[in-house]
């Protein structure tokens, strides 16, 4: 297996597509390639499933009823401007998408797909997410093993990482600069648990330990951020 599908394979996914008969046996397929594949029937639920779910690729028709693509688009680029993001139009939306110009598309499909241009789509996601993660894992004196999730610093020593620790650390990491809300760690690193502050901050405390400095920033009532 090409090395970009194994990475493929540890990425999520949030495909909108109104039309059931399209969706699902795209979902379907797709799902073979990725870890997860969140579906959504319109704009306004892949809004909603997005900042729930925070996937690492988008995959969107343009149409959509309530809130079409273009319109969910522009919503996540105001808060997010790394996510890959792969738009699905008919020839007579060109026009349409010259207002999309600014919104950093990775790639721009025309119906009916083909499974291997989507694949080929998904490859240059891909690349821009290993190429976003080698620009901002390096620290100073230690990088983030994002693989065998751990800290592996310049002398050569490892420091292991818990699952939670690695899940929160991937987390700030991928938002670097931006404030990550309790409620985002929780969905994303406590999942299914409830996460109380207390466990939080303790969380917080130890992996601080394991960093050579203090790029974990605390913002009151609010959450935490990776700043370096």
Partial sequence: MELWLEKLKSLRMLYAEDEEGI????ANTLSYYLKEVLEARDGEEALDLYYEQR???ILTDLRMPKKDGLYMVKEIRKCDKKTPIVMIT???DKEYLLSAIELK????LIKPVALDELLGALKL???EIESGRSLFLECKNCKFDFKNRRIVYDDGKETELTHKE???LELLLRKKGMVVSYEEIEVNVWKEEFMS????RTLVKSLRKKLPNSFIKNHSQTGY???V
């Fill in 23 to 26: 969706r699902k046996p795209m």
């Fill in 55 to 57: 996937p690492d690729i």
């Fill in 90 to 92: 008919a020839h007579t």
């Fill in 105 to 108: 598309i990775e790639k721009y």
């Fill in 125 to 127: 996601c891909v690349t």
């Fill in 166 to 168: 690695a899940d929160f």
């Fill in 197 to 200: 502050i207390a466990a939080l």
């Fill in 225 to 227: 951020s990776f700043e």
